[in-house]
């Protein structure tokens, strides 16, 4: 192993993968806890080694791997990657890499100056001179015959017959997560409200810290909350039950019972992680009714606070065949000085596609934390 570090300065950029592609399989977005704020996404730098383990784990794949410095020691490196849910729909496997394997790619340093860093889901990678993709939509990727997807995800033609009210299938969102309910500046506060906006310490949004310097919850394993749920990347599906629509997550393999049964709320409500949610058409359009929330969970990314007594009101419209769209409203006036309206969020039908088994397991997150996530952030 003879190779050191040597940076970028420069290279041109992929423009035509497929946007829809590019973030369900890149992963590029997708990490939970906003580890990317931990680097310096300003350094990208190549770097070759021997590879000494490959952590095919949630939340993030890891290698890490031996180069030799400019000095001529061997050093240890961690380098984060997307989660294995991501990297398998870019035909990665847990025995794609295997120690031993000379491994050439770019990767983003941490701003601690730990020899971790991110390795960079839009350049080349390589082992033992091959060059491998992270992205399903590379052109590295393609066998005979193969094509690449559309540059834009492309609805159905308007004119497939559907019903409405059948929600049933699997969706995911085709414009990215949204970090924020709000955008970039929070809704108005009341006192109590700014006050627990203010202690609660996100890793994404004009407030980010590196996750080990946080207190997100979601970097801890605990359930992320409804509307968080909904605003992620990760896709869901509809089961149609009897008396209730069954949302089953992606991330957590959670599922969250809309009951349509007609029942009224109960009196006395314990606190929980995704509240109880009473549905009804109206027209074309299923409302959701949410209450009974545990006020520990946060709105979003961006660390948007909630109490006890938040309402959320959520409204689904099947447009097409393979599009559906959500509005969302927030009533909570012991955080909120007026309703916080969320922008629509529209999803892609995915017929072909297949839930996978994305859970955040304490014992994998804790190792990822003590080997990435935490020395990333000068921990």
């Not at 990208?44 to 290698?63: C, F, R």
């Not at 997550?249 to 009951?259: A, H, K, L, Q, S």
Request: hydrophobic fraction near 35%.
């Amino acid at each position: 192993m003879t190779l050191i570090l040597s940076k970028v300065l420069s290279r041109p950029r992929r423009a035509t993968w497929g946007l829809f592609g590019f973030l369900l399989a890149s992963g590029q977005i997708a990490a939970h806890h906003g580890t990317r704020i931990s680097y310096d996404l300003t350094n990208p730098t190549q770097i070759t080694g021997i590879l000494t383990e490959y952590a095919w784990k949630n939340p993030h794949v890891s290698l890490f791997f031996d180069v030799t410095n400019e000095g001529g020691d061997v050093v240890n490196w961690g380098g984060e990657m997307g989660s294995p849910a991501t990297l398998t729909r870019s035909r990665w496997t847990r025995t794609t890499l295997k120690p031993g394997d000379e491994i050439t790619f770019t990767i983003f340093p941490s701003r601690a100056g730990a020899n971790v860093g991110e390795v960079s889901r839009t350049d080349p990678f390589f082992a033992n001179g091959v060059r491998l993709s992270l992205s399903a939509n590379d052109p590295a990727w393609l066998l005979e015959g193969e094509t690449l997807a559309p540059t834009e995800a492309v609805p159905a033609p308007q004119d497939v017959e559907y019903d409405p009210h059948d929600l049933t299938g699997i969706w995911a969102s085709f414009i990215g997560p949204r970090r924020s309910v709000t955008g970039q500046e929070p809704a108005p506060m009341t006192s109590k409200g700014q006050a627990k906006y203010n202690s609660q310490l996100p890793s994404y949004g004009p407030r980010a810290i590196p996750p080990a310097l946080g207190n997100d919850p979601a970097g801890e394993c605990n359930p992320p909350g409804i509307t968080r749920a909904l605003l992620s990347i990760s896709p869901f599906e509809f089961v149609q039950g009897s008396g209730k629509l069954i949302q089953l997550f992606e991330g957590g393999r959670t599922w969250r019972d809309i009951w349509v049964d007609g029942r009224e709320f109960p009196e006395e409500q314990d606190p929980r992680w995704l509240g109880y949610s009473l549905g009804s058409w109206q027209g074309d359009t299923l409302v959701v009714e949410t209450t009974g929330f545990d006020d520990r969970t946060w709105l979003d990314s961006y660390a948007n606070p909630h109490s006890a007594a938040m309402r959320l009101v959520e409204r689904w419209r099947r447009t097409a065949h393979d599009t559906l769209e959500l509005d969302m409203t927030i009533y909570d006036p012991e955080i909120y000085t007026a309703p916080v309206v969320v922008e629509t969020k529209p999803y892609a039908l995915q017929p072909a596609r297949e839930m996978q088994e994305v859970f955040c397991a304490p014992a994998d997150e804790g190792s990822f934390n003590e080997r990435i996530r935490n020395p990333a952030g000068g921990l």
